[in-house]
């Protein structure tokens, strides 16, 4: 009997907590794929980062470095497109 007490406490509970988180509104589906994008640009642009730190050859270092710029334009810019 005390068990099913405390369930249905802890239900009680839990439902408050959900109550009492501010409303937020869903993104468009546009707003969805600005979202994505900008992360893929962000995570591309820590991977470029970390190969400079282990890139050994001149070229490839100046050919991350120039992609690395882009990247970095493209975040700033919020112009996300290729």
Do not use: C, N, W
Request: no cysteine; hydrophobic share 40%; glycine share 8%.
């Amino acid at each position: 009997m005390a068990r099913g007490f405390e369930s249905k406490d802890v239900e009680f509970q839990q439902a408050e907590a959900q109550r009492r988180l501010p409303a937020r509104r869903g993104l468009s589906p546009e707003e969805r794929d600005a979202v994505e994008a900008r992360g893929t640009v962000a995570l591309s642009l820590a991977r470029a980062r970390a190969e400079l730190d282990a890139a050994r050859s001149a070229g490839h270092r100046r050919m991350l470095e120039r992609a690395i710029g882009d990247l970095e334009r493209r975040l700033a810019s919020g112009g996300l497109a290729p």
